[in-house]
């Protein structure tokens, strides 16, 4: 019913950025908020950044101050711009949002496949 598509993902030497971007579509009647999240090998998913549809934002402490989220909602778009990246930023980055499908409906989470982040010493 929703798909959530994460692009701009890649390699990148230490201290370098990238820009990523996830497009939300699909049988959409209200996103309440979207994030990101991150998985790397061997360890459990973590959030990374959430921005709600009245622009409040919340970031884990690792990336505040390096990592900025933003979202378009007219185009149920969130974008992470990643900077200073560090090698054990290096991970699977996943779109998460929370949509209403319906306005009856509650709202329910929906994941992207991911975006693949490596950063090089």
């Known amino acids: 019913q929703v798909q959530l598509v994460e692009s701009g993902g890649g390699l990148v030497q230490a201290g370098g950025s990238l820009r990523l971007s996830c497009a939300a579509s699909?049988?959409?009647?209200?996103?309440?908020?979207m994030g990101w999240y991150r998985q790397a090998p061997g360890k459990e998913r973590e959030l990374v950044a959430t921005?709600?549809?009245?622009?409040?934002?919340n970031y884990a402490d690792f990336v505040k101050g390096r990592f900025t989220i933003s979202r378009d909602n007219a185009k149920n778009v969130v974008y992470l711009q990643m900077n200073r990246l560090k090698p054990e930023d290096s991970a699977v980055y996943l779109c998460?949002?929370?949509?209403?499908?319906?306005?009856?409906?509650?709202?329910?989470?929906?994941w992207g496949k991911g975006a693949l982040v490596t950063v090089s010493s």
């Open positions: 921005i709600t549809n009245r622009g409040n934002i």
């Open positions: 998460n949002a929370e949509v209403k499908t319906n306005i009856m409906s509650p709202s329910r989470d929906y």
């Open positions: 699909g049988r959409i009647f209200a996103i309440i908020a």
